[in-house]
């Protein structure tokens, strides 16, 4: 191996670009003497700025990816044990929404290479009290929006997507966000902009952005006639120091990820034709934009699978994490102990399936889910990456893989993987 070098992280300013065009709204915020978004001009700003890029009329920012999805959701307004379909693979956030609003999270499998989740699997979860569908992009790799949507229009089901790792990636030319009812970002300290915390909503539908912006508000009717909390609901209003730091960011958006993409695809070319490492990739019609660089390994190659090829990367200076959220969503004890609200088990408690059916999450109802996380090694991504990095992580994989394939047939190392 070669000198080990530094990747930038974005944990730091070694993998962030902040500078003066943050700092120079901030400046604005702390001079103007107000810091929250109801007086003042940088959240507002930051909003119509969002909308614009993504070409579609409402947009609301919010305090977390979180609170996004807690936000689109509420939009939605499911009644209590309705469902909603998700995926079994995605941050908790995303999920933990559901259950503070009274609905159900039904997990849908995924494929097993994209790890996202499938058309097929959502269509054979739909009852009749499915209420949503979200379509999780994992990594910056779209989901098959066309199929998604037909299942969801043919049953008259909106979907939410999920859009926390994937901002500007494409299906068809649109942006997602804009293909289901409701777009929900993160801007998190790790996404491709970022306030530190933050989440951003987006729609095009005006009532689902009226329903957002109250239920983000305490659901208090400012500038109405009669203004009152019309329903319950929290503050997620974010602070206009984020707006501003938003705004600056927003504007380096299109570079993050047009970067991302270019070195992530000079990865691909290297790398490709590697035994045992499936690499990522879009859909036809679609965009990666590549918040992460996951590759799927062959365990029947790569002798130790996933564990053994995430070790040597690391041992090799590369930080990369082997099945990534290790088990499903639903393997988490909020789940296997339906540990809600006190008690109560609320709301998986409250109103049997009208056909008697069960809500089980069983592991073998999931072998995508299965086979897909214990096949995987993610790679962190940075815009920053320069082509030195690209090549030392080129060269980290090529080495590992080199010494957990073993050499070719009829020399001396084969035999570890040749009868598997
Ligand atoms: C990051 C993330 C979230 C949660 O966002 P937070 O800002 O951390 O609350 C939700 N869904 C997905 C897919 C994410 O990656």
């Given at each position: 191996m070669s000198e080990p070098i530094t990747l930038p992280s974005d944990a730091d300013k070694t993998g962030r670009d902040f500078g003066d065009e943050e700092l120079a709204l901030l400046r604005e915020v702390i001079e103007s003497?107000?810091?929250?978004?109801t007086k003042g001009t940088q959240v507002k700003a930051f909003e119509q700025a969002f909308a614009k890029r993504f070409g579609i009329p409402h947009s609301r920012a919010v305090t977390s990816g979180t609170a996004a999805v807690h936000t689109a959701i509420a939009a939605i307004?499911?009644?209590?044990?309705d469902e909603i379909i998700t995926t079994s693979?995605?941050?908790m956030g995303g999920i933990a929404p559901i259950l503070y609003q009274g609905a159900i999270p039904i997990f849908a499998d995924v494929d097993?290479?994209?790890l996202n989740v499938t058309p097929e699997a959502i269509a054979s979860r739909i009852?009749?009290?499915?209420?949503a569908i979200i379509a999780t992009h994992l990594f910056g790799n779209p989901c098959d929006m066309t199929g998604i949507m037909r299942i969801a229009d043919a049953h008259g089901i909106p979907v939410i997507e999920d859009c926390a790792q994937a901002f500007l990636a494409t299906d068809h030319g649109r942006l997602v966000g804009?293909?289901?009812a409701i777009g929900a970002f993160s801007l998190q300290?790790?996404?491709?902009?970022?306030?530190g915390e933050g989440g951003i909503v987006v729609t095009n539908d005006p009532k689902l952005a009226r329903w957002m912006i109250l239920f983000s508000d305490k659901a208090w009717g400012y500038g109405?006639?009669?203004?009152?909390?019309?329903?319950l609901a929290l503050n997620y209003r974010m602070t206009d120091l984020q707006g501003a730091v938003a705004r600056a960011q927003l504007a380096k958006l299109d570079g993050v990820v047009a970067r991302r993409r270019r070195t992530a695809a000079q990865l691909t070319e290297i790398l490709a034709?590697?035994?045992g490492i499936t690499l990522p990739r879009a859909l036809p019609e679609a965009t990666h934009v590549y918040w992460k660089y996951p590759l799927i390994v062959d365990p029947t190659v790569i002798a130790g699978g996933s564990d053994a090829l995430g070790a040597a990367l690391k041992a090799n200076g590369v930080f990369c994490a082997p099945?990534?959220?290790?088990?499903?969503?639903?393997?988490?004890r909020v789940f296997t102990e339906r540990k809600t609200f006190g008690k109560s088990q609320f709301p998986y408690s409250h109103r049997e399936r009208e056909d008697g059916t069960k809500i089980v999450y069983d592991t073998a109802e999931y072998p995508g889910t299965m086979q897909g996380l214990e096949r995987v090694v993610v790679l962190p991504w940075n815009e920053l990456y320069t082509d030195q990095h690209v090549h030392f992580i080129a060269r980290a994989v090529q080495a590992a893989v080199a010494k957990l394939a073993g050499r070719p047939r009829g020399t001396a190392n084969a035999s570890s993987h040749a009868d598997a």
């Amino acid at each position: 191996m070669s000198e080990p070098i530094t990747l930038p992280s974005d944990a730091d300013k070694t993998g962030r670009d902040f500078g003066d065009e943050e700092l120079a709204l901030l400046r604005e915020v702390i001079e103007s003497g107000t810091l929250n978004c109801t007086k003042g001009t940088q959240v507002k700003a930051f909003e119509q700025a969002f909308a614009k890029r993504f070409g579609i009329p409402h947009s609301r920012a919010v305090t977390s990816g979180t609170a996004a999805v807690h936000t689109a959701i509420a939009a939605i307004d499911p009644e209590p044990g309705d469902e909603i379909i998700t995926t079994s693979i995605t941050d908790m956030g995303g999920i933990a929404p559901i259950l503070y609003q009274g609905a159900i999270p039904i997990f849908a499998d995924v494929d097993p290479v994209s790890l996202n989740v499938t058309p097929e699997a959502i269509a054979s979860r739909i009852t009749a009290r499915t209420r949503a569908i979200i379509a999780t992009h994992l990594f910056g790799n779209p989901c098959d929006m066309t199929g998604i949507m037909r299942i969801a229009d043919a049953h008259g089901i909106p979907v939410i997507e999920d859009c926390a790792q994937a901002f500007l990636a494409t299906d068809h030319g649109r942006l997602v966000g804009t293909i289901g009812a409701i777009g929900a970002f993160s801007l998190q300290q790790g996404k491709h902009m970022t306030t530190g915390e933050g989440g951003i909503v987006v729609t095009n539908d005006p009532k689902l952005a009226r329903w957002m912006i109250l239920f983000s508000d305490k659901a208090w009717g400012y500038g109405d006639p009669k203004p009152d909390h019309y329903f319950l609901a929290l503050n997620y209003r974010m602070t206009d120091l984020q707006g501003a730091v938003a705004r600056a960011q927003l504007a380096k958006l299109d570079g993050v990820v047009a970067r991302r993409r270019r070195t992530a695809a000079q990865l691909t070319e290297i790398l490709a034709g590697t035994p045992g490492i499936t690499l990522p990739r879009a859909l036809p019609e679609a965009t990666h934009v590549y918040w992460k660089y996951p590759l799927i390994v062959d365990p029947t190659v790569i002798a130790g699978g996933s564990d053994a090829l995430g070790a040597a990367l690391k041992a090799n200076g590369v930080f990369c994490a082997p099945r990534y959220i290790q088990k499903p969503a639903f393997e988490c004890r909020v789940f296997t102990e339906r540990k809600t609200f006190g008690k109560s088990q609320f709301p998986y408690s409250h109103r049997e399936r009208e056909d008697g059916t069960k809500i089980v999450y069983d592991t073998a109802e999931y072998p995508g889910t299965m086979q897909g996380l214990e096949r995987v090694v993610v790679l962190p991504w940075n815009e920053l990456y320069t082509d030195q990095h690209v090549h030392f992580i080129a060269r980290a994989v090529q080495a590992a893989v080199a010494k957990l394939a073993g050499r070719p047939r009829g020399t001396a190392n084969a035999s570890s993987h040749a009868d598997a």
